[in-house]
């Protein structure tokens, strides 16, 4: 099945800062999304991109399908914005399962 | 908005129990899924379901059945609770009739088996 890696595995951040995560998959996908899981465990949808560019505020992401990566940019980061971030997503040949990163953990400090 | 709710947000069932876990999705969706969370291992797929009364195992049916008798509601049934499903399970729904579609998550049940 498809595989999807996310970098850095990790990340610490002071608050302002600027950071890029990025995710790799290794099979054509038509569906991609991003989502942030709070420190209840919900995950948040952060965004639906299976191509081009989106923004949303501070945050925003490029999904490069040709190439099999996509980026979330996160700008001048806060407090608010630790958890972990996970990047989903839905192959060619799927059948509508969603497979997910191992996350990247943020923590951002005052 | 979509909403999807799952019926608790934390449970403790002792071994050996039968364990309903139900989810509720507001949006007519098609396609509904459980994944279970667990530290290192990340999220993987217990079962789906396309449609009322379909379903699909993931990756990682073993020990655990679904029901789908309504649109809405997706259950997961855990029919002999054993310590090593304590996890984290979270439900999600999307619009069906085809793969490129946005998924929406529930707010997820901790469930620790004693």
């Known amino acids: 099945g498809i595989q999807v890696e996310q970098s850095p595995p990790d990340l610490i951040l002071q608050e302002g800062a600027n950071s890029t995560l990025r995710c790799n998959f290794s099979d054509s996908v038509n569906n991609l999304q991003w989502f942030h899981q709070n420190p209840w465990g919900q995950l948040i949808n952060l965004f639906y991109i299976p191509s081009g560019t989106k923004q949303n505020g501070r945050l925003s992401a490029t999904t490069v399908a040709t190439e099999r990566y996509s980026l979330l940019y996160i700008s001048s980061s806060q407090t608010t914005d630790s958890g972990v971030y996970f990047c989903?997503?839905?192959?060619?040949?799927?059948?509508?399962?969603?497979?997910f990163g191992t996350g990247t953990r943020l923590q951002v400090t005052l | 908005d979509v909403k999807v709710t799952q019926s608790s947000r934390y449970l403790v069932k002792r071994t050996g129990e039968k364990v309903f876990l139900e989810c509720v999705q507001d949006?007519?969706?098609?396609?509904m899924f459980w994944y279970r969370q667990d530290p290192g291992l990340g999220l993987r797929l217990i079962y789906f379901?396309?449609?009322?009364?379909?379903?699909e195992k993931g990756d990682i049916p073993e020990g655990y059945s679904v029901s789908r008798e309504k649109k809405e509601r997706f259950s997961l049934i855990l029919e002999s609770a054993s310590t090593n499903q304590t996890s984290m399970y979270l439900c999600?729904?999307?619009?069906?009739?085809?793969?490129?579609?946005?998924?929406?998550f529930g707010q997820g049940t901790r469930l620790t088996v004693v």
């Open positions: 379901s396309y449609d009322v009364k379909m379903k």
């Open positions: 989903a997503v839905v192959s060619m040949e799927g059948a509508s399962k969603l497979t």
């Open positions: 999600a729904s999307r619009i069906g009739g085809g793969l490129g579609t946005e998924a929406f």
């Open positions: 949006m007519d969706h098609e396609n």
